[in-house]
């Protein structure tokens, strides 16, 4: 089995084998479930959390927003963490876009469905037919483990109890660390995520709750002025 | 999460594609520097996120369970572990230490 479908290109570029449309609906699978829990476990009534989960489709800015108003946050600068932590998915589609088909429609539908792991595998493609093509099949093998996911755990989250002891606190960092580990496998990645988390350490205990994560784009900045890669390549 | 969180996000979330993808994307495409700051704010912003839930219980640093559990799913993260395998881990030791600890 592969995890990995943007790595190994084998005859020119990667296309989704079997085992890898399974590899991903089975991780959009638990990271439902686990984000449904999660929301579940905090308090929010179950059907509220399957239709936040359902629309909003974006575990990241869900658990940001969550972290924030955990840590007696207000409602406001939880929701600015969230929209900070999805500026990506503005990234992404920036990068898909220009690779598409011409056709508005087409592009705008393809652009409002940019996550990490289609966009990866859409932008290797040689023409945009197979841009196109790839970047549909990898969103349905998504698709098909999201929708399901948060169904089953958001029936999980209202039977399972004492979520503490079962040790799920560790499993929403956790599953976000996965989430942004191929960006820490770059160089500029880490250093931008190291300076983040240390900012947000330090000011925790000084600022307002909500403001550490806010201020942890101060990160960024010292990423890009320790940087000795060439700017001007890609960004994608 | 409040009723009113939800909407904001969800036009957040999906509205940002459509800004960045068609309005900012070609201005700030011509911006190499800004767009490679761009890209780092995840990295920057989870990790923040990252650190609060690991190591904050309200404004307050506390080192319990949930960093062993943390740092197991680190570890998994960078030997390209499937996802399942590495939050299952994380839970798991920390439902452990919890259990021998506590």
């Given at each position: 089995?592969?995890?990995?479908?943007?790595?190994?290109?084998?005859?020119?570029?990667?296309?989704?084998?079997?085992?890898?449309?399974?590899?991903?609906?089975?991780?959009?699978?638990?990271?439902?479930?686990?984000?449904?829990?999660?929301?579940?476990?905090?308090?929010?009534?179950?059907?509220?959390?399957?239709?936040?989960?359902?629309?909003?489709?974006?575990?990241?800015?869900?658990?940001?927003?969550?972290?924030?108003?955990?840590?007696?946050?207000?409602?406001?600068?939880?929701?600015?963490?969230?929209?900070?932590?999805?500026?990506?998915?503005?990234?992404?589609?920036?990068?898909?876009?220009?690779?598409?088909?011409?056709?508005?429609?087409?592009?705008?539908?393809?652009?409002?469905?940019?996550?990490?792991?289609?966009?990866?595998?859409?932008?290797?493609?040689?023409?945009?037919?197979?841009?196109?093509?790839?970047?549909?099949?990898?969103?349905?093998?998504?698709?098909?483990?999201?929708?399901?996911?948060?169904?089953?755990?958001?029936?999980?989250?209202?039977?399972?109890?004492?979520?503490?002891?079962?040790?799920?606190?560790?499993?929403?960092?956790?599953?976000?660390?996965?989430?942004?580990?191929?960006?820490?496998?770059?160089?500029?990645?880490?250093?931008?995520?190291?300076?983040?988390?240390?900012a947000c350490l330090v000011l925790l205990p000084i600022v307002p709750a909500?403001?550490?994560?806010?201020?942890?784009?101060?990160?960024?900045?010292?990423?890009?002025?320790?940087?000795?890669?060439?700017?001007g390549g890609r960004t994608s | 999460m409040t009723v009113f969180s939800i909407?904001?996000?969800?036009?957040?979330?999906?509205?940002?594609?459509?800004?960045?993808?068609?309005?900012?994307?070609?201005?700030?495409?011509?911006?190499?520097?800004?767009?490679?700051?761009?890209?780092?704010?995840?990295?920057?912003?989870?990790?923040?996120?990252?650190?609060?839930?690991?190591?904050?219980?309200?404004?307050?640093?506390?080192?319990?369970?949930?960093?062993?559990g943390v740092v197991v799913a680190g570890v998994l993260v960078w030997r390209?572990?499937?996802?399942?395998?590495?939050?299952?881990?994380?839970?798991?030791?920390?439902?452990?230490?919890?259990?021998?600890?506590?």
């Open positions: 089995m592969s995890g990995e479908p943007t790595a190994a290109p084998q005859a020119g570029a990667p296309r989704l084998s079997i085992a890898d449309f399974a590899t991903m609906a089975i991780t959009f699978f638990s990271l439902a479930v686990t984000l449904q829990v999660v929301l579940i476990d905090i308090g929010t009534p179950p059907l509220r959390a399957f239709i936040a989960s359902s629309v909003i489709f974006s575990a990241t800015s869900q658990f940001a927003y969550l972290a924030v108003r955990e840590a007696g946050g207000g409602e406001w600068a939880a929701i600015i963490a969230g929209t900070i932590v999805a500026t990506r998915f503005g990234i992404l589609a920036v990068s898909l876009i220009p690779r598409l088909p011409a056709g508005g429609f087409r592009r705008v539908l393809a652009a409002v469905n940019a996550f990490d792991p289609n966009v990866a595998i859409a932008v290797q493609q040689a023409t945009p037919e197979h841009v196109e093509r790839e970047f549909w099949r990898t969103t349905g093998g998504m698709m098909i483990g999201w929708f399901p996911g948060v169904a089953v755990g958001t029936f999980l989250g209202d039977v399972l109890g004492d979520t503490s002891r079962l040790g799920l606190d560790a499993l929403f960092p956790a599953a976000l660390l996965a989430i942004i580990g191929n960006l820490l496998r770059t160089r500029d990645g880490r250093t931008a995520g190291m300076a983040g988390g240390l909500g403001l550490p994560i806010i201020l942890s784009l101060s990160g960024v900045a010292v990423a890009v002025a320790l940087s000795t890669e060439q700017v | 909407v904001a996000l969800t036009i957040a979330v999906w509205g940002q594609r459509l800004i960045g993808g068609f309005a900012i994307g070609p201005w700030l495409e011509r911006r190499p520097t800004l767009s490679k700051a761009a890209s780092l704010i995840p990295a920057a912003v989870v990790m923040a996120v990252i650190v609060q839930l690991t190591v904050a219980r309200g404004r307050s640093l506390v080192v319990d369970e949930r960093l062993a390209r572990a499937p996802f399942l395998a590495v939050v299952l881990s994380a839970a798991a030791t920390t439902a452990l230490i919890r259990a021998v600890a506590g």
